[in-house]
C-alpha cells in the first residue's frame, strides 16, 4: 500500500485559493488518487480523483505530475466553511477488495 | 452519485450492552462494504471488510468476537459491538463502493458515535 505524506495543518484566508500537496512516492501503476474531506463528527466526503495530469470538478481541481508520485488539490477562493481535514488516498479498482489506509491528513483552516 | 447510509448516528448506551450499527448502500449494490475507527483527533483506522455471503475479514488487532459483522444482502452490513465497554466508544464509519462502475471510488456514511458509559 503507497504510503502518503500531507501537511499536519495549513491555514488560509477566504477567498485564496489553496494548494494541499500529498507525496506517494510508492503509488502502484494502477492506483488512482482520491482526495476526501472531513468535518467533525461525520463521514469523509469525496472530493475528486485521478490518475494522471489534471482533473477538474465543480469544487476542486487535481494535479497529478507525470511520475504520480505527488499530487495537489486545490481549492479555489476558499470560504469559512472548507475548514476541515483533508486526506489523499491512493487506492486501486482492480482486483481484490482493499480497505483504504487513511494517513494523518492536512488540517486546513480558514479565517475570516 | 453513491450513497451510504449510516444508522443510528448517536448511541450512548450502559458498559456490557451489545450495539448494533446499520450500513446500507441506497443506490448501489455492494459485495464489499468497510468499517472503520475513529479515535478523538485521530485518523481513520480500518478495523474489517465486510463480505455479503461470507465472512468478514478483519485486520490485525481487531477481535471478531468482539465486533460482529454481517453482510446477508448486497444493500446491507451490520457491525454489532458486543459487551461494549467504555474503551469501545469512538466513532464508527462504514464505506462502499458501486463494483458495478469500475473506477468508482469509495463512498463513507455519515458515521455513528457510540458512547459507553
Known amino acids: 500500500l503507497a504510503k502518503t505524506t500531507q501537511p499536519i495543518s495549513m491555514d488560509s484566508y477566504e477567498g485564496q485559493e489553496v494548494n494541499i500537496t500529498c507525496s506517494h512516492n510508492n503509488i502502484a501503476t494502477n492506483d488512482y488518487i482520491t482526495w476526501y474531506q472531513q468535518f467533525p463528527s461525520q463521514g469523509p466526503r469525496f472530493i475528486i480523483q485521478?490518475?494522471?495530469t489534471k482533473v477538474t470538478n465543480e469544487v476542486a481541481s487535481l494535479f497529478i505530475p507525470a511520475d504520480r508520485k505527488s499530487s495537489t488539490l486545490s481549492l479555489p477562493r476558499v470560504s469559512l466553511s472548507d475548514t476541515a481535514v483533508y486526506y489523499c488516498l491512493p487506492w486501486g479498482s482492480g482486483g481484490g477488495a482493499d480497505g483504504l489506509t487513511f494517513g494523518k491528513g492536512t488540517h486546513l483552516i480558514i479565517q475570516p | 452519485g453513491a450513497v451510504v447510509s449510516q444508522h443510528p448516528s448517536r448511541v450512548i448506551c450502559k458498559s456490557g450492552t451489545s450495539v448494533k450499527i446499520e450500513c446500507r448502500s441506497l443506490?448501489?449494490?455492494?459485495?464489499?462494504m468497510f468499517w472503520y475507527r475513529q479515535f478523538p483527533k485521530q485518523s481513520l483506522m480500518l478495523m474489517a471488510t465486510s463480505n455479503e455471503g461470507s465472512k468478514a475479514t478483519y485486520e490485525q488487532g481487531v477481535e471478531k468476537d468482539k465486533f460482529l459483522i454481517n453482510h446477508a444482502s448486497l444493500t446491507l452490513s451490520t457491525l454489532t459491538v458486543t459487551s461494549a465497554h467504555p474503551e469501545d466508544s469512538s466513532f464508527y464509519i462504514c464505506s462502499a463502493r458501486d463494483w458495478a462502475q469500475g473506477d468508482q471510488p469509495q463512498h463513507f456514511g455519515d458515521g455513528t458515535r457510540l458512547s459507553i458509559l
Open positions: 443506490d448501489f449494490q455492494a459485495t464489499t
Open positions: 485521478g490518475y494522471k
